[in-house]
Every structure is written in structure tokens, then in C-alpha cells.
């Protein structure tokens, strides 16, 4: 099974700097379109639906990310996309992630508003396309490489932070109904690693206070709003008795199992930044 994680890993982070790094932003924004599309393959059995529909589910999404695009203007190229535009969608993303916040604290109380198909389909809406969204509009600037792989690495740090601080002092639990592994020690872990990177960052590009402040509300926000995504997918797996949302990525599961922090952290960055007017 190790063997197996690593490989697909290996593979996975391959085909994802390749296409970073000789695609167009058009060409990845299609390409990362077509596996958000896949994402709601595996949304569809978080809300249980039938097979024709999640047939249909997908297709749903699909055209959702599509009317996006041009409403974006994504053709357009760098710097030409239409912001106004993705904040709407980025900001209705945020603000989905804090009611989600709500749902997920109060679980399983919560199930009496989303445990329907209908809720559960619309909340795979207010997921994956505000996530879709912040990716084309973060590969369109500038500098779009350096931004995406900078909001990946928050979400690493976020996770690999939480993860040996957990399990070295772990005793209080974050969301015991949701996922009993998580830790409060866990989550300031994963915090003081995005500290360290706020201080690398900040020293490294020369910020004024006032870039300081801002950097570390974007950085810290990230990490926060991550641990987030991560455990709504679990409260939604844990609802459907589920281990992984998918099979299709050997050792590791489902897309949606894999991109779970980054669905929530992706549009909170991409807002935090264009909000802020950060320049790196």
C-alpha cells in the first residue's frame, strides 16, 4: 500500500508541475476543468444520487464551470480575464465556507439542513466551482506558477504541520464527531508551519508592515480555512458510511480525497490576494 501511495504520488505531482510549467493558462484551466468535472462524479455519491443522476450531476457541473469561463472571459489571456467577475464567484465560495463552518461544528445536528440529495448536490456546487474559479484566475496573472504552487504549499504545510504536531501532542480533539484523528495541537502545528513561511516570505521579498500584515491574514487564513475542507468532506463521508470518495488514485482514493483542503483553501488565497493587492 506504501509502495502504491508513493508511486501514484510521484506521478501525480509530476503531471502537475508539467502541466504548470508548459501549458497555457488556458490549456491548464481546461485541464483542471475536466478533473473538477471528475470531483463531481464523486460529489454525486456524497449526495447519494442515482446513477442517471449523477450522469447528469456531472454534466451539471461542467456547464456551471463552462458558463464561468466565459463570463470570465478566460480566452482573454493574462491579465485580461474579467476579475469583477471571479470575485463574485470567489466571494460566494468564502461565504459557503463559512456557513459550512457552522454545519460542520454542529454535526450531526446540522444533517436536518444538508442531509437531503438537493442540499448535498448544491453544496458540491458551492465547492467546486468557486475552486475551479480561484485556479483559472490565479493561472492567469502574472504570476500564476509561483502563486499556485505558493497555495499549495500553505496546504502542505497546513498538513504536515498538523500531522507530526499531532501526533506528538495531540490530546485535545479539533471535530471528534467528524474526524476523532484531529487535533487542537494539530491545528496550531499546522499554523506555526505557515508562521515560519510568513517569515520566510516576508523577509525574502523585502514587505513593508503593512505587506507583513497582509501577507500573514492571506497565509494564515489559508491554513485555517483548509483543516475546513478537509473536514467537510469527512462529515459528508462519515454521513455516507464511506471511506474514500472514489478509487481511481491507487493508495489514495478519490480526486475529491486529495484536493478536499484545496477546495476550500484555493478560493479563500485567490480572494485574500486579489483583495489585498499583494505583489510578490
Not at 120 to 141: E, K, N
Not at 243 to 251: C, E, H, V, Y
Not at 257 to 262: A, M, Q
Request: glycine fraction near 8%; proline fraction near 3%.
Amino acid at each position: 500500500m506504501l509502495k502504491e501511495r508513493v508511486i501514484t504520488a510521484v506521478v501525480l505531482v509530476a503531471l502537475f508541475l508539467l502541466g504548470l510549467l508548459f501549458l497555457t493558462p488556458l490549456q491548464f484551466s481546461v485541464v483542471i476543468g475536466v478533473i473538477v468535472s471528475y470531483a463531481a462524479w464523486e460529489w454525486s455519491d456524497f449526495a447519494a444520487l442515482d446513477k442517471a443522476w449523477r450522469y447528469a450531476y456531472v454534466a451539471i457541473v461542467a456547464l456551471a464551470l463552462l458558463l464561468a469561463g466565459l463570463l470570465m472571459d478566460v480566452t482573454a489571456g493574462t491579465l485580461a480575464i474579467n476579475l469583477g467577475v471571479a470575485k463574485a464567484f470567489l466571494t460566494t465560495g468564502c461565504l459557503w465556507w463559512l456557513v459550512a463552518f457552522f454545519m460542520v461544528i454542529s454535526y450531526p445536528g446540522s444533517e436536518n439542513i444538508w442531509g437531503s440529495k438537493l442540499a448535498r448536490s448544491l453544496m458540491g456546487l458551492l465547492v467546486l466551482v468557486p475552486t475551479w474559479v480561484a485556479v483559472a484566475t490565479l493561472i492567469h496573472q502574472p504570476d500564476g506558477v509561483w502563486l499556485m504552487l505558493l497555495v499549495i504549499l500553505i496546504v502542505v504545510l497546513a498538513d504536515v504541520g498538523a500531522y507530526f504536531t499531532g501526533r506528538k501532542f495531540g490530546k485535545n480533539k479539533l471535530a471528534p464527531r467528524v474526524s476523532p484523528a484531529k487535533s487542537w495541537e494539530g491545528f496550531f502545528g499546522g499554523l506555526a508551519a505557515n508562521v515560519l513561511l510568513i517569515f520566510v516570505l516576508g523577509a525574502s521579498f523585502g514587505f513593508h508592515p503593512s505587506g507583513w500584515l497582509l501577507l500573514a491574514m492571506t497565509v494564515l487564513l489559508t491554513s485555517m480555512f483548509s483543516v475546513l475542507g478537509d473536514l467537510l468532506e469527512s462529515m459528508l463521508k462519515r454521513y455516507r458510511g464511506i471511506k474514500d470518495s472514489g478509487s481511481i488514485l491507487p493508495g489514495h482514493g478519490g480526486v475529491m480525497d486529495r484536493v478536499d483542503s484545496l477546495s476550500a483553501a484555493l478560493p479563500v488565497f485567490t480572494l485574500a490576494f486579489l483583495v489585498s493587492k499583494l505583489s510578490f
